[in-house]
């Protein structure tokens, strides 16, 4: 790992020089425009919407474009003017209890290695995270940018999680949802459901099945072996008629998938799923069907 950054954390009188390190990596499969006659790649060139003609990089400013469509042209001297903070501290502004952090407004997290005469503050400000269950909000300049960030602990390392401002949390403006839509039962069924399949999170069971399968057709072509198509789920047909007994089908197969006995069903629960279309079965279920077809 390479350190994208160096500084201190600053917390009342006391310093940690710190390293910073990116704790995740983007592994999106990407593709290139290319033609698809002889592979060559698709290039791009700076047109200018107005006279049509090529534009050089050195010609090219930043527009802010205002709200009723004037464009607001702004070159490298009015840049320089903006407030830019190049500050190497990571300055804490409080301790705040993690249930007051909304997991939403978390961006993207960096590990924080002490530098060796910084290794004692630095267990002792992680000791002080962890045992007061709390979360040290700071704030730390990154790309000349000033940022909002939280310090907590994990795995006996601290991490530095940048945060989006919180007026850039978008309000759910699409209507008040009627919580007096479910019905006592379903709530019931409901809740059964939730208990089948309640479990520990363990991030191995899970994986990038689309990222697998295009490196896996790459290959192929790459060897010459001939290329299958994946086999592609049922889309179900229709709504489902009757949420309990839709619920009640879920339980089952939850149950069957980890090897127990279903309950048997109310004979009125029977008939109403029949009437039921067929519903999806749970993830876990579903991934062992596709990986048992594949």
């Known amino acids: 790992m390479r350190a994208i950054w160096k500084g201190a954390v600053s917390f009342g009188l006391v310093s940690v020089p710190v390293k910073l390190y990116s704790a995740t990596e983007n592994k999106d499969i990407s593709f290139r425009q290319v033609h698809a006659r002889d592979g060559g790649r698709i290039k791009y060139q700076r047109i200018c919407s107005l006279d049509g003609e090529e534009v050089a990089f050195a010609d090219i400013a930043k527009g802010y474009e205002t709200e009723d469509g004037e464009m607001v042209i702004l070159d490298d001297s009015d840049m320089a003017e903006l407030p830019a903070a190049s500050s190497r501290e990571i300055s804490v502004e409080k301790f705040v209890p993690s249930d007051q952090i909304d997991p939403m407004l978390f961006e993207k997290s960096y590990y924080l290695e002490p530098e060796k005469t910084g290794a004692k503050p630095y267990a002792l400000l992680r000791a002080a995270l962890e045992q007061a269950d709390r979360m040290a909000l700071v704030t730390v300049s990154l790309r000349n940018r000033m940022s909002l960030a939280v310090?907590?602990?994990?795995?006996?390392?601290?991490?530095?999680?940048?945060?989006?401002?919180?007026?850039?949390?978008?309000?759910?403006?699409?209507?008040?949802?009627?919580?007096?839509?479910?019905?006592?039962?379903?709530?019931?069924?409901?809740?059964?459901?939730?208990?089948?399949?309640?479990?520990?999170?363990?991030p191995g069971e899970f994986e990038d099945d689309y990222r697998e399968a295009v490196e896996a057709l790459v290959a192929a072509k790459i060897s010459g072996g001939e290329v299958k198509a994946a086999p592609t789920a049922r889309k179900s047909s229709g709504e489902v008629v009757d949420l309990l007994a839709a619920l009640q089908r879920s339980v089952d197969a939850a149950k069957t998938a980890r090897g127990e006995t279903p309950a048997p069903s109310a004979p009125k629960a029977k008939k109403t799923a029949k009437k039921a279309s067929a519903t999806s079965a749970p993830r876990k279920a579903a991934k062992k069907t596709a990986k048992k077809a594949s």
Request: charged share 35%; aromatic share 6%.
């Open 151 to 202: 310090l907590r602990v994990r795995d006996d390392v601290i991490v530095l999680q940048t945060m989006m401002w919180p007026d850039e949390i978008r309000n759910p403006d699409f209507g008040a949802i009627d919580v007096d839509d479910a019905k006592p039962a379903e709530v019931k069924m409901a809740n059964m459901l939730v208990e089948t399949l309640a479990g520990d999170f363990d």
